[in-house]
């Protein structure tokens, strides 16, 4: 068996037990040969077993058998509260059902691939050695230019990544769709055991943190979008309030940058901003100076 089998089977097991909570071999064996995950072959027990080696190695998810002989996650916090690995099951999901649903491939429409990704895994490495990269980087509109960054994390923002990194000076976020080179240099750096890279971001939308000072937000989505933002909500601090005849009032602690700015104006049509004043009058001004630009 090749690499990809077994990381298509090792992902299926994980995906089935978590979808159906407990399964005992039997049942396990016939969905496996329903859904045709090995050409319709069943699940020796043998393999299952070697497939539970390779999720623990993989994901560190114990599978174990309760006294019914039902299989199960022993420990499902081990992906539910990490988000590298829920990122790395679902990528290697979707990886997987992608390749073999070939045939239907102009009925899978997909996003552009984020930009700057060939620079990931040097940087990555960096991070987990703490070494410096030497970058080099050239901002919109700016002449290009080369330096020495300790590289702390990266994040995925609106189909571009980002690096979070110490530049001599202070904490910066650089994209890497600007970045035309990077290099891991021999010098090692310190990194404070006390640094959160998701504290750093936590009171921002997205990965711009230019200081913007703290507001309490209070918005009133109508209709269809009160359940959007109620699914996906726009910040960890979100908090429903108040549902009456057709709206909900939702409001959030976050330091509202232009990120956050341009996500509610993506969403005018059914959401309104109803404090702080300071951020209805920012939005109003954005919107009267497109209309100046646009007449007609």
């Known amino acids: 068996m090749n690499t990809g089998q077994q990381f298509k089977h090792s992902v299926w097991i994980v995906n089935v037990l978590r979808k ?8 396990m064996n016939e969905l496996w040969v329903a859904e045709e995950v090995a050409e319709g072959n069943p699940l020796p027990r043998s393999s299952f077993n070697k497939y539970r080696d390779d999720i623990l190695d993989m994901f560190g998810l114990v599978i174990e058998c309760d006294k019914k002989y039902r299989y199960f996650i022993s420990n499902p ?21 992608l390749r073999e649903s070939s045939a239907i491939k102009d009925s899978i429409i997909l996003e552009d691939v ?15 050695q703490t070494r410096t990269i030497t970058m080099g980087y050239q901002k919109f509109g700016c002449e290009p230019y080369t330096k020495p960054v300790d590289p ?50 936590a009171e921002y939308f997205g990965t711009m943190t230019d200081g913007t000072p703290m507001e309490h937000v209070v918005l009133k989505a109508y209709g269809k979008m009160a359940n959007l933002i ?31 700015i341009s996500e509610l104006m993506s969403k005018a049509d059914g959401l309104d901003v109803l404090a702080p004043a300071t951020l209805k009058a920012r939005i109003r001004q954005i919107m009267k100076s497109a209309l100046e630009r646009n007449p007609e």
Do not use: C
């Not at 159906?20 to 049942?27: H, P, V």
């Not at 916090?77 to 059902?97: H, R, V």
């Not at 984020?114 to 987990?128: K, N, S, T």
């Not at 904490?171 to 750096?189: C, E, G, N, P």
């Open 20 to 27: 159906y909570g407990k399964l005992t071999l039997s049942d």
């Open 77 to 97: 916090n081990e992906i539910e509260g990490d988000q590298t690995k829920q990122w790395q099951l679902s990528a290697l999901t979707t990886g997987l059902t």
């Open 114 to 128: 984020p930009a700057g990704y060939e620079f990931l895994p040097v940087i990555l490495q960096a991070i987990r």
């Open 152 to 201: 702390y994390a990266v994040k995925l923002f609106r189909q571009r990544w980002y690096m979070l990194a110490d530049n001599h000076e202070r904490m910066s976020v650089y994209s890497l769709d600007r970045m035309f080179s990077a290099k891991i240099t021999d010098t090692r750096f310190r990194r404070s055991a006390s640094f959160s890279p998701a504290g750093y971001f």
């Open 230 to 260: 109620r699914t996906l909500p726009l910040h960890a601090s979100q908090q429903e309030h108040e549902s009456g005849d057709g709206y909900t009032i939702f409001s959030l602690d976050i330091r509202p940058t232009i990120d956050f």
